[in-house]
């Protein structure tokens, strides 16, 4: 915490994450105006948003790969000026991308640890604990509840919603506060959706606070706690959960008045 007297106090309430009225302008492209998200513990904050309504430039913020331009980022109530992602993972923000940056013909252990190995024994003798890299990432994998055949598969060979979950499983391993998922069932079917669904309330339960990036309100609504909905790079809606309905929500993001207006405009055609 900083000593200066006018930083925030910090309450029970005081969110992990927090972005106040942010902006982002890429020269004189609006990607973001006036956005605001609260990530608390324990809790999911869905961000909902067409293509182009921005969701990859508030990730880009939270994740330390973009500075904001206007606003207040926050992180546990301090303002928070992120360099590069390393700093957010210091942070405790952990984002799994979409297109997970997984080694595919090295087995489930090697892609968990990746980059952050353990090693035994020292000098000349000093190498990687395989064993105990297996053996972490099948009890880490079984305690958020997925039951891989073999973790000495090639992470290639996984399906989609696995590789998510393994993802996530990862995170929450390495100790991240704050979990950042972007469109993690985007590419999934029904059932996959629903198995990497599960994983994030289990993200959820652990205690981190999860941002849930999508464009589906259906997948949104069956986990989320807060919702903000993105139209074009301004905030178009935030609701609480019990502010909004599955089928409010449905609306907003099908275009709501929009799609009124064009409903009435085919009938008269
Ligand atoms: P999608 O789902 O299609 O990826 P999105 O919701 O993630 O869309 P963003 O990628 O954040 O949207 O883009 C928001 C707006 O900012 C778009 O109009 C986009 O063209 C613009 N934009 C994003 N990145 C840049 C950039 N590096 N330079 C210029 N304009 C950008």
């Given amino acids: 915490m900083t000593e200066e007297t006018d930083a925030t106090p910090v309450t029970e309430r005081t969110p992990l994450v927090e972005l ?50 206007a606003g ?32 595919p013909l090295m087995p489930v252990w090697r892609n968990f640890f990746l980059g952050s190995e353990p090693t035994k024994g020292v000098g000349p003798f000093k190498r990687m604990d395989v064993d105990l890299m297996r053996e972490t990432t099948r009890a880490e ?14 992470i290639g060979t996984l399906s989609g919603g696995e590789r998510q979950c393994v993802a996530i499983a990862r995170a929450v391993y390495f100790g991240a506060k704050v979990l950042v998922l972007d469109e993690p069932t985007a590419a999934l079917g029904v059932k996959q959706s629903g198995v990497v669904l599960k994983y994030v309330a289990a993200a959820r339960d652990a205690g981190l606070g999860v941002v ?22 301004t905030m178009s809606g ?32």
Avoid: W
């Avoid at 990607?31 to 508030?58: F, M, P, R, W, Y």
């Avoid at 210091?90 to 799994?96: F, N």
């Avoid at 994998?141 to 090639?154: A, C, E, K, T, Y």
């Fill in 212 to 233: 849930l990036i999508t464009h589906n309100p259906h997948h949104a609504y069956l986990v989320g706690n807060r919702f903000v909905l993105l139209k074009r790079g």
């Fill in 141 to 154: 994998l079984l305690r958020m509840g997925i039951d891989l055949r073999d973790v000495d598969q090639p």
């Fill in 72 to 103: 207040a980022f926050r992180i546990e109530g301090e303002d928070a000026k992120l360099g590069s992602p390393r700093e957010a993972l210091d942070r405790g923000i952990a984002t799994v991308y979409q297109d997970l940056a997984v080694v």
């Fill in 20 to 69: 106040d009225d942010v902006s982002k302008y890429y020269g004189n492209i609006r990607a973001l105006e006036g956005v605001s998200l609260e990530v608390h513990a324990g809790e999911i904050s869905c961000v909902l948003g067409d293509n182009g309504a921005g969701k990859s430039t508030l990730i880009k913020i939270i994740a330390g790969l973009h500075r904001h331009d």
């Fill in 238 to 269: 935030s609701y609480t959960r019990d502010e909004i309905s599955l089928d409010d929500l449905t609306r907003e993001m099908a275009g709501g008045s929009e799609l009124d207006d064009l409903r009435h405009e085919l009938e008269r055609r």
